[in-house]
């Protein structure tokens, strides 16, 4: 995610790109999910049946799977609030305004099954099952259930120009240290953790809208409807938004193609060029995006942008199209760092937000036709975090600079904002300097390449990074963590 509000620096102009490719083998033998929706654009509701073919890939013996329910942070009264008291008004331009998922039925291999609705926010479905499911074997699990939207401006519900769907579905927690992990919802960063899985999607719409989504579409016109089906392999998540507003420009990049979705972008060449650039340069300099479709969203969003496996949001409340080049950079970079290669996003945001923003930050450097570079995005960034630092410890008298913390123990957005990506971005800035560029991009490349559909952890970071470079940077790397370092 890319919250504006905090942005490093400003500019112009695209062209220039390499080419895009695409040929990795995904990872078989995955969770799949089985999604069949239909949207009501009066009720805003969608009516889904979803079957989960489940494997258990943990050394454990399972008597039950959880699933997070995100729409349920959505509900009325919901302790784990969506937005920042800051961010209420453009996130509820309407007032307040709720959502929920319920569900009313669980099968397991199409048996009626018992299942709890659990946790503080009632954000996590356990379904039992009917006998232990053991290592490496699978099982199916059937939820029928309806999905309410709110009236507000986020990953999930409509706003005055598009519906955005993501997080709608039951998603299968991951298991970590003999147990499901389970965390809430936060208004801070992207409090989702998953692993990358099969997808098969339908949903039933008014024929009036346009989809955007995950995956690979088909698209069936019907008299009044239209039913859209979708693929997706080996992705972290599935995401879509739809809108009447929707125009559309594509282009494609050897097998790679590009879908930019916008209902007011007068630079649109501009902009799927600079998709185009983008994609090809992070091909070459972190490896291969695999997949054969990127789709750059604009949208009724509160932050800045949000990323999706093969999907992008970008706010239609950015006025400034230099600004909007930017946040475009940020969310497609996430599709290496987050989307190809996981982490677990609710524990260590930095991990794949403090990557993306330095590799923002490079992107620009080797493109200075956009009017930033390096030298200036880096100390822009020194000084925004001296500020930081200056206020809160004035005001506060003290000021935690640590930055491996779960979400929850950022006592605002913007010490949560400004320790994970701009203190991220000084971090591997800081790297990049000492280790130099080729040793740096030898790095990234050595850690993409090793975690590919898989999750990195901060020890796994660091490793590939020494590793890559040559260089180790475990001393340098836990200075920046623990908050030891003193930015000067
Ligand atoms: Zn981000």
Same mark, same amino acid.
């Given at each position: 995610?890319?919250?504006?509000?905090?942005?490093?620096?400003?500019?112009?102009?695209?062209?220039?790109?390499?080419?895009?490719?695409?040929?990795?083998?995904?990872?078989?033998?995955?969770?799949?999910?089985?999604?069949?929706?239909?949207?009501?654009?009066?009720?805003?509701?969608?009516?889904?049946?979803?079957?989960?073919?489940?494997?258990?890939?943990?050394?454990?013996?399972?008597?039950?799977?959880?699933?997070?329910?995100?729409?349920?942070?959505?509900?009325?009264?919901?302790?784990?609030?969506?937005?920042?008291?800051? +961010?209420?008004?453009?996130? /509820? $331009?309407?007032?307040?305004? #709720?959502?929920?998922? =319920?569900?009313?039925?669980? *099968?397991? %291999?199409?048996?009626?099954?018992?299942?709890?609705?659990?946790?503080?926010?009632?954000?996590?479905?356990?379904?039992?099952?009917?006998?232990?499911?053991?290592?490496?074997?699978?099982?199916?699990?059937?939820?029928?259930?309806?999905?309410?939207?709110?009236?507000?401006?986020?990953?999930?519900?409509?706003?005055?120009?598009?519906? +955005?769907?993501?997080?709608? /579905? $039951?998603?299968?927690?991951? #298991?970590?240290?003999? =147990?499901?992990?389970?965390? *809430?919802? %936060?208004?801070?960063?992207?409090?989702?953790?998953?692993?990358?899985?099969?997808?098969?999607?339908?949903?039933?719409?008014?024929?009036?809208?346009?989809?955007?989504?995950?995956?690979?579409?088909?698209?069936?016109?019907?008299?009044?409807?239209?039913?859209?089906?979708?693929?997706?392999?080996?992705?972290?998540?599935?995401?879509?938004?739809?809108?009447?507003?929707?125009?559309?420009?594509?282009?494609?990049?050897?097998?790679?193609?590009?879908?930019?979705?916008?209902?007011?972008?007068?630079?649109?060449?501009?902009?799927?060029?600079?998709?185009?650039?983008?994609?090809?340069?992070?091909?070459?300099?972190?490896?291969?995006?695999?997949?054969?479709?990127?789709?750059?969203?604009?949208?009724?969003?509160?932050?800045?942008?949000?990323?999706?496996?093969?999907?992008?949001?970008?706010?239609?409340?950015?006025?400034?199209?230099?600004?909007?080049?930017?946040?475009?950079?940020?969310?497609?970079?996430?599709?290496?760092?987050?989307?190809?290669?996981?982490?677990?996003?609710?524990?260590?945001?930095?991990?794949?937000?403090?990557?993306?923003?330095?590799?923002?930050?490079?992107?620009?450097?080797?493109?200075?036709?956009?009017?930033?570079?390096?030298?200036?995005?880096?100390?822009?960034?020194?000084?925004?975090?001296?500020?930081?630092?200056?206020?809160?410890?004035?005001?506060?008298?003290?000021?935690?600079?640590?930055?491996?913390?779960?979400?929850?123990?950022?006592?605002?957005?913007?010490?949560?904002?400004?320790?994970?990506?701009?203190?991220?971005?000084?971090?591997?800035?800081?790297?990049?300097?000492?280790?130099?560029?080729?040793?740096?991009?030898?790095?990234?490349?050595?850690?993409?390449?090793?975690?590919?559909?898989?999750?990195?952890?901060?020890?796994?970071?660091?490793?590939?990074?020494?590793?890559?470079?040559?260089?180790?940077?475990?001393?340098?790397?836990?200075?920046?963590?623990?908050?030891?370092?003193?930015?000067?």
């Amino acid at each position: 995610m890319k919250k504006i509000a905090f942005l490093l620096v400003m500019v112009f102009c695209a062209f220039a790109f390499v080419g895009c490719a695409n040929s990795f083998d995904y990872k078989s033998d995955l969770t799949s999910y089985d999604i069949d929706i239909k949207y009501d654009d009066v009720a805003q509701t969608l009516t889904v049946s979803q079957t989960t073919d489940y494997i258990n890939t943990t050394n454990n013996t399972l008597s039950c799977v959880k699933f997070h329910l995100y729409p349920n942070a959505f509900r009325e009264g919901a302790k784990a609030k969506v937005v920042s008291t800051q +961010n209420k008004d453009l996130a /509820y $331009p309407n007032g307040e305004s #709720y959502g929920q998922i =319920d569900i009313s039925e669980v *099968l397991i %291999n199409e048996d009626t099954a018992n299942f709890e609705i659990e946790g503080e926010d009632e954000n996590i479905v356990s379904v039992s099952l009917s006998q232990q499911l053991y290592p490496d074997e699978r099982v199916l699990i059937g939820f029928s259930y309806v999905v309410t939207l709110a009236n507000i401006n986020h990953r999930l519900g409509y706003g005055e120009n598009a519906v +955005n769907l993501c997080n709608f /579905y $039951p998603v299968a927690c991951m #298991y970590e240290d003999d =147990d499901f992990v389970c965390d *809430l919802y %936060n208004s801070n960063g992207d409090p989702f953790y998953s692993a990358v899985a099969d997808y098969d999607v339908s949903i039933l719409y008014p024929n009036t809208y346009t989809l955007a989504s995950t995956g690979n579409q088909v698209t069936q016109n019907f008299d009044l409807v239209k039913q859209t089906d979708i693929t997706a392999k080996c992705v972290r998540d599935f995401g879509m938004v739809l809108s009447k507003n929707f125009e559309q420009k594509n282009a494609v990049c050897d097998d790679l193609t590009i879908n930019y979705y916008y209902y007011n972008d007068e630079e649109k060449k501009k902009t799927v060029d600079l998709i185009e650039q983008v994609m090809s340069f992070f091909e070459q300099n972190i490896g291969e995006y695999p997949y054969s479709q990127i789709s750059v969203v604009e949208t009724n969003f509160v932050h800045g942008g949000m990323e999706y496996p093969n999907m992008v949001l970008i706010s239609d409340d950015i006025t400034d199209y230099s600004t909007y080049q930017l946040v475009i950079v940020h969310e497609l970079l996430h599709q290496w760092w987050y989307g190809v290669v996981g982490n677990n996003q609710f524990d260590y945001g930095w991990i794949d937000e403090g990557l993306t923003e330095f590799c923002t930050v490079y992107f620009f450097e080797k493109h200075q036709e956009y009017g930033r570079n390096m030298n200036d995005m880096i100390s822009s960034a020194t000084q925004s975090y001296k500020t930081f630092a200056k206020v809160y410890e004035s005001v506060l008298g003290s000021v935690d600079t640590s930055m491996n913390r779960p979400l929850n123990k950022f006592s605002t957005e913007p010490e949560y904002v400004y320790n994970t990506y701009v203190k991220g971005t000084l971090m591997f800035s800081t790297i990049y300097d000492l280790v130099g560029e080729k040793a740096f991009l030898k790095a990234l490349k050595y850690y993409y390449n090793q975690n590919i559909y898989n999750i990195a952890t901060p020890t796994i970071l660091i490793k590939c990074f020494s590793h890559g470079s040559g260089k180790n940077l475990e001393g340098i790397f836990s200075s920046f963590l623990e908050g030891k370092v003193v930015i000067k």
